[in-house]
DNA sequence: GGGGCTTTGTTCTTGACACATACAAAAGTG
DNA sequence: CACTTTTGTATGTGTCAAGAACAAAGCCCC
């Protein structure tokens, strides 16, 4: 019945996901040998992938100890580049940031600079971290547009100039010698918000809501990228008004109508002063009716999309992130009414739609998570114990 | 690198999918040793789920051996229940039937009457067919509502009184004693098609045109279920016109305009003698142009929630079922011309879209498939291993 | 056309690994 | 303070896959 958790990694896994802090939690849930798991684990301890965190209360006989993942075991890098910033990270292997920093080289400058660049910075981070780069186990990389994830290359980026096709896996791969990880963005910051809320959901959609619109999904349990990693596009779905012309080029865009740079627009011809954004989120926050119209427009348009996909797909929980997420519980609301109004009472049964937890953080966390869930894969980990 | 093809059944499935014929391809595709693969290949063969079928011309020496998966080495039952008629085949280990039949009994008869004429049939038809009900490995049942594929249960179908929580798996597997897999029906009917074109691609969408309009979405390789079951309900998305209510009391659900039902009851109005699809799908044929402006009409408006599809999973392939289907050229390059136009270049850049090859047999052959998928996956052959 | 060479498949030995069993440790229980 | 329960550890054993040697059966080339 029980899968394939029999491996060194498997138990690890185990331990990682809070599902056995006990050798007799493994074997129950193993269906191994106590001796088994012992030797299993006592490999993991000297490898310091995990650590004895003293004991648990007895249950009436001997009390057992308990495991720990040694989430000090090592580090990882996590880049979340941005069209205009960026934001970098050394993190623990729970991907929590041990150092950040952020900068403001746009993504145009090109692959060599924001990429050297981001590599002095890990540099720097990593000191501040009092870690060696020997302590780097892997390194998460999110980009603003199209990714090949098996080859970490971008494709066609409408936005990146220089970027097509540029082999961001090696760049990184030269300078710090780990597997390197390269995803869209947006996919990046589902993976941070599913690892947030535990993994929980196998059904798990996330949303931005910023200058555009975009989507992660995570589909049985995975990234669901599509075939030509193109999945979760839904700012260019023609749902808005067709008059309206987007950047794509393309009449009716759901981001062309909806997404907070087209609101800033529509406000500023308005008479507002409104150029990007937070703008919009600003005016929001500072009660303008004109601006919390406009944005409840939006959530209704939203979640009238979001209404099909989730008749299409039957998610366990959508997290609504990006800026426009920050303008408080009316967009989220709007959204809610009408996915709960237009989808099939059956899919909307167990369906939680909520705010990101981790706000500015999904990028950096998911590029992270997406590193430490490929380093310490059970594959990944066997391999290890196979070497070792 | 390799997965855990190392099992026996692993091997087995690397035969059934063409990947490998002969033990040195075994040995190459999963990394095992040549003495490793003869011993499991050795069980295959006693087991008679392979044989050997004669040499393949030598590549500079010895000519290797042949082997094939052994597509008699028993059968499995398939049904797929409809709302107003049901079919049932008996079929061989490649999904192919054997011998089937038809049946006029209504869902609406109950789950005893229905599945007591169906275990019957399956008796006459195994005797058709030769076999004996010990040579039955399993059996895939489709049902026309939402099932709850882990217990084997309907729950709360609209269509079908009396069925909401019965067990079907429980009564089926008292009849023959072998695993019994239960699914929705349009679910079945995308795996059948997805069989069909040699599970080739891990994204694909099976989109089913009659009375009502229905999904099965494939995506990462499994089928997708979603949270409640409720995934590829693509009939009730609010897209069509607002001021028709649909049988599910709300307005503006796709197949209350588009729907096969839906244009019957149209043309109807306009005076024609249309009372169920098929009069819709004649008078096509007919090349009555009332008729091909409301299927084409519909094309569109299918192609329309198609678009979002295609934006939201970048599926490979797209394949359009169900009797409206059969109305020619006409209504699928409707569906095709709004989504090519109305999805992002990147999405539809290998996307194909096209017709049914299975047609009626579908729902069988996908119900069959899933039996054999199951009976046969490599936890499974490795669990008979292990026993024998 | 015959002696290599190559590819495929089998037999047999060897070694690793997981299990079971017995044992030790450390608590609760009466 | 014996006894039980639960957890963790050491040791022998059996299973199973790898590896090497061998056998089979075709090419290839002088």
């Not at 009436?60 to 580049?81: I, M, S």
């Not at 706000?359 to 310490?376: C, L, P, R, S, V």
Request: overall charge negative; charged content about 20%.
């Amino acid at each position: 019945m029980a899968v394939s958790s029999h491996t060194p990694g498997g138990l690890l896994k185990l331990i990682r996901d809070g599902a056995a802090a006990t050798r007799a939690d493994l074997a129950g849930l193993t269906g191994l040998a106590r001796s088994t798991v012992s030797q299993r684990v006592d490999a993991l301890l000297t490898d310091r992938l995990l650590i004895e965190a003293g004991e648990a209360p007895s249950s009436g006989g001997r009390p057992p100890t308990l495991l720990k993942f040694n989430q000090d075991a090592g580090v990882v890098l996590a880049a979340d580049l941005g069209a205009s910033h960026s934001r970098l990270a050394v993190s623990n292997l729970r991907a929590e940031p041990l150092a950040t920093c952020r900068g403001q080289l746009p993504i145009s400058a090109g692959p060599e600079a924001v990429l050297s660049w981001a590599v002095d910075e890990f540099a720097k981070l990593l000191a501040d971290a009092g870690k060696a780069a020997s302590d780097v186990k892997a390194i998460g990389v999110g980009l603003p547009g199209p990714v090949e994830h098996s080859t970490g290359r971008a494709i066609s980026p409408p936005i990146m100039p220089g970027w097509d096709g540029y082999d961001v896996k090696a760049r990184l791969a030269e300078s710090f010698d780990v597997p390197v990880l390269v995803d869209n963005d947006v996919n990046i910051m589902a993976l941070g918000e599913w690892w947030a809320s535990s993994n929980s959901a196998d059904d798990f959609l996330y949303i931005k809501v910023g200058t555009g619109i975009g989507s992660g999904l995570i589909l049985g349990g995975h990234l669901h990228r599509g075939a030509d990693g193109a999945a979760g596009d839904i700012g260019h779905i023609q749902a808005g008004d067709p008059s309206v012309v987007c950047r794509c080029g393309n009449p009716g865009c759901l981001e062309a109508s909806s997404g907070g740079g087209a609101l800033a627009q529509a406000l500023a011809s308005q008479g507002y002063d409104t150029a990007v954004t937070s703008d919009v989120v600003q005016l929001v926050r500072a009660g303008n009716p004109d601006a919390i119209r406009a944005v409840q427009e939006a959530g209704r348009e939203i979640g009238s999309v979001l209404a099909t996909i989730v008749n299409v797909l039957n998610p366990l929980d959508i997290v609504i992130g990006g800026d426009l997420a920050d303008t408080g519980a009316e967009f989220l609301a709007r959204i809610r009414e009408v996915v709960y109004r237009r989808s099939t009472a059956l899919s909307t049964r167990q369906l939680s739609i909520r705010a990101s937890e981790l706000g500015d953080n999904a990028g950096i966390t998911g590029a992270a998570a997406m590193a430490i869930e490929h380093a310490f894969s059970p594959s990944a980990v066997n391999e290890r114990a196979g070497v070792g």
